[in-house]
């Protein structure tokens, strides 16, 4: 198993461009996470979702989409960059329901993302 | 969630077992600890989890008081590679969606 796998693991944005940061899984889990972590911050959940057909807003939701059509993929698509969301960004996984409390999450590598 | 307390930093030589303590004085009947670590620049690992007894697995032992109300990480031989932040999380099955890192210990194991 691949875990969560996150492309790119770079990119330079220039101020008010788009971009998607793709985001896939391999261990059938329902629950995905999308989390941002500033320079020597925890981290804060933007966006996440319980299965396939739902997503709903977290602690940071301003500026971002999401959208989930398949179990495996939860791509998060930033639109008019800001140098605000200079950050690293991280996928996350999980099993649902009462499995979520036994088991951990799992996360990906990150994708670090400058806004000049 | 519960609140936890966990000591800013702390030093292991190589080889050494590190034991990373945590207090969660108000922790309840139903939430597990949990703990996870963040290598530097890379994303967050889970290590461990219990509930009231003791577990071990292949990274790492959690050792938790009989009340429950603190817990100490050990890694038996501690190596390099172990160097990290390192949090511990309490929550139980009714807990948001968002993992609260809080601010973690930093260890340092040093040759």
């Known amino acids: 198993n691949a875990g969560v796998t996150q492309t790119p693991k770079f990119r330079i944005l220039k101020i008010g461009q788009s971009m998607t940061l793709q985001c896939t899984q391999d261990?059938?889990?329902?629950?995905m996470y999308w989390y941002r972590q500033d320079p020597g911050m925890g981290l804060k959940l933007i966006y996440y979702s319980v299965g396939a057909g739902i997503t709903d807003k977290g602690e940071v939701p301003n500026g971002y989409n999401v959208s989930r059509s398949t179990t495996e993929d939860f791509p998060l698509r930033l639109e008019l960059a800001a140098p605000s969301q200079t950050s690293v960004y991280f996928c996350a996984s999980s099993y649902g329901g009462d499995r979520r409390t036994r088991y951990g999450y799992t996360f990906g590598s990150g994708t670090r993302l400058t806004v000049v | 969630d519960a609140k936890t307390t966990q000591p800013p930093s702390m030093d292991c030589a190589e080889g050494r077992a590190a034991n990373l303590p945590c207090n969660h004085s108000?922790?309840?009947?139903?939430?597990?600890v949990y703990w996870y670590r963040q290598i530097h620049s890379q994303g967050p690992q889970y290590i461990i989890h219990?509930?009231?007894n003791n577990e071990t697995n292949e990274m790492a032992s959690l050792i938790i008081t009989e009340d429950r109300k603190s817990s100490t990480l050990i890694l038996p031989h501690a190596t390099l590679r172990d160097t990290a932040v390192y949090y511990c999380?309490?929550?139980?099955?009714?807990?948001?969606?968002?993992?609260?890192f809080g601010k973690g210990t930093s260890l340092l194991v040093t040759p």
């Open positions: 108000t922790i309840s009947g139903n939430e597990y």
């Open positions: 261990m059938n889990h329902n629950y």
């Open positions: 999380i309490v929550r139980d099955s009714n807990s948001g969606y968002a993992l609260n």
């Open positions: 219990g509930l009231k």
